[in-house]
Every structure is written in C-alpha cells, then in structure tokens.
C-alpha cells in the first residue's frame, strides 16, 4: 500500500511482540498502542484533506479515480486498524474484501448507466417527444 501503513503495521507487530506480557492491549492481545492510533489517525486526517483539495480543484479527468482511489485506502486503513482485521483471521478480511469489490462495482455501474444507457434521442420520458 504505502510506507505510512506499512510502518504502522510493523510498530504493531512489533509492539504485539513487546507488550505482550504487559497487558496493555486491549482483551484480545492485538491491536495498536494510544500512540499508534493516533498516527492512524492523523494519517486518515491527512488522506481526508487530499480528498477535500481534490474535490474542491478545478474538476479533470483525474478527478474521480483519485477519489475511489483514496476511498479504498482510507476503507483499507479503517478497518485494518479500528475494526482489528489486520489482527483477526484472513476469512473476515475476504469478507470486507468482497463487499468493497461489490459497493464499487455498483458504482461504476450507476456511474455509467447515465453516460452510456439514456434515451439517445435526448427527450426525458414525456409525451410532446
């Protein structure tokens, strides 16, 4: 994906393997220390501006496919780290997998529905056409 989510995994793994015995983690032993969700945090908080920049730039042919992209990023991070999947069995991760591949597929098929599956005669249904 990116340096910035692969060094927060790595401090998770890392911090997993150190804390262990500490019992600073949550009840499943697994997840990110205060710190670590903070920079997750701060890191959606960054990806979210680029997301607001975009949208408010003069519009261009980049525009929508560097959303998606940064919708699946920031989905990818959210629930990796919040919801505890980069932790969990690989079986949930398919699972979420599946339904981001489904929600986008839906969108793409709404998106073009409009372009390329109106009337070609231009006239809304209505009876003067």
């Known amino acids: 994906m990116s340096t910035a989510t692969e060094s927060i ?3 998770a ?3 997993h393997d ?3 015995d500490h019992g600073s983690h ?3 032993g697994h997840g990110l220390t205060d710190w670590g969700y903070i920079k997750v945090a701060l890191l959606l908080a960054v990806l979210t501006a680029a997301e607001v920049l975009i949208y408010f730039a003069p519009p261009g042919p980049l525009e929508v ?3 998606l992209i940064l919708m699946v990023v920031k989905f990818e991070i959210v629930v990796a780290y919040f919801m505890h999947l980069r ?3 690989k079986i949930f991760t398919w699972l979420f997998v599946v339904g981001l591949i489904l929600a986008v597929a839906v969108y ?3 998106g073009t529905s409009m372009l390329f599956w109106t009337d070609p005669s231009g006239c ?3 009876p003067q056409c």
């Open 124 to 126: 809304e249904i209505a």
């Open 9 to 11: 995994a790595e401090e």
């Open 13 to 15: 793994h890392d911090e």
């Open 108 to 110: 793409a098929a709404m």
């Open 18 to 20: 150190d804390h262990d």
């Open 87 to 89: 932790f969990d069995n």
């Open 65 to 67: 496919p560097l959303l």
């Open 26 to 28: 949550d009840d499943h």
